[in-house]
């Protein structure tokens, strides 16, 4: 049974136990996907934001939808997403803001590729308690691949997900979306891991989180990143065995992280984290 607004008697995201809230997630794929179909490959007008990265009518409608299903079921939760910012909590039973859960919106994580005609942007949605990452959504609406992210694990379209057991740089699988996102210091130590590893992709934005959960590719490497492009990946890749921390080695922040390492093994987490530092 896919649920509808307040299913669940729950108020906040924290009143749930792991399969509902996996299954709100999957649900909330059958708002944003009807949506982004009817505008991909429809030349949407792409309007420019203040920090200059394109935007549609597609991205908009997609976050109101899931901001609606999100605020209906969950008052006590408030909403970051990356088109309308910050919403508080709307429960007047325990007030604005009480819950420590929020839910954070990337409509459609890679917008230049949807506009581009291109398959490789998703949806994200991530959940954190107190700032930090507990569950989340990668949906590629064109490939038809929903990734989901509990603490009781990670799955592709139901089937259960592991990361790669590679341990060392020089047989790696790395990916990047975009060196031009790096900052000097993160680009030059991209290069050198580049350098040494067995192979580098480039391009794929939120789908190479999914791959690295599925296995298929052994490291993630990104750099100057919004809150948005991080909190609903984390637990994807988390569930399925990987190590996720910034640039230092430190956990994932809602309010401080920009940049992501991301590998299968702790072992090719260390060596990665190891050239970066040097």
């Keep these: 049974m896919v649920p509808t607004a307040n299913i669940f008697s729950a108020t906040s995201a924290g009143q749930l136990d792991t399969d509902e809230l996996a299954l709100f997630l999957a649900h909330l794929t059958t708002l944003s996907r009807p949506i982004i179909t009817s505008y991909f490959r429809a030349l949407p007008e792409v309007m420019t934001k203040a920090d200059s990265s394109p935007v549609t009518i597609a991205d908009r409608s997609v976050e109101q939808a899931l901001r609606g299903a999100i605020t209906a079921q969950f008052p006590d939760d408030s909403i970051v997403g990356e088109e309308f910012g910050l919403s508080e909590a709307v429960s007047g039973d325990k007030g604005a803001g009480s819950s420590p859960y929020k839910w954070v919106i990337d409509p459609i994580d890679g917008t230049k590729a949807f506009v581009s005609?291109?398959?490789?942007?998703?949806?994200?949605?991530?959940?954190?308690?107190?700032?930090?990452?507990?569950?989340?959504?990668?949906?590629?609406?064109?490939?038809?691949?929903?990734?989901?992210?509990?603490?009781?694990?990670?799955?592709?379209?139901?089937?259960?997900?592991?990361?790669?057991?590679?341990?060392?740089?020089?047989?790696?699988?790395?990916?990047?979306?975009?060196?031009?996102?790096?900052?000097?210091?993160?680009?030059?130590?991209?290069?050198?891991?580049?350098?040494?590893?067995?192979?580098?992709?480039?391009?794929?934005?939120?789908?190479?989180?999914?791959?690295?959960?599925?296995?298929?590719?052994?490291?993630?490497?990104?750099?100057?990143?919004?809150?948005?492009?991080?909190?609903?990946?984390?637990?994807?890749?988390?569930?399925?065995?990987?190590?996720?921390?910034?640039?230092?080695?430190?956990?994932?922040?809602?309010?401080?992280?920009?940049?992501?390492?991301?590998?299968?093994?702790?072992?090719?987490?260390?060596?990665?984290?190891?050239?970066?530092?040097?």
């Design 117 to 278: 005609g291109k398959p490789t942007f998703g949806t994200l949605v991530g959940v954190t308690h107190n700032d930090r990452p507990i569950a989340g959504l990668i949906d590629m609406p064109v490939l038809d691949e929903t990734y989901i992210g509990t603490a009781d694990g990670s799955t592709l379209n139901g089937d259960k997900l592991s990361a790669s057991e590679v341990t060392t740089i020089a047989v790696a699988n790395i990916a990047t979306t975009s060196p031009e996102a790096f900052s000097p210091h993160g680009l030059a130590a991209f290069n050198k891991i580049s350098a040494q590893a067995n192979i580098t992709n480039y391009g794929g934005d939120c789908h190479n989180f999914g791959l690295l959960a599925a296995g298929y590719i052994d490291a993630v490497i990104e750099d100057s990143l919004a809150p948005h492009d991080i909190m609903g990946v984390v637990q994807v890749m988390r569930g399925a065995g990987a190590i996720v921390t910034d640039f230092d080695g430190n956990d994932i922040d809602l309010a401080s992280t920009s940049s992501l390492v991301c590998a299968g093994t702790a072992a090719l987490h260390q060596a990665i984290i190891a050239l970066i530092q040097n």
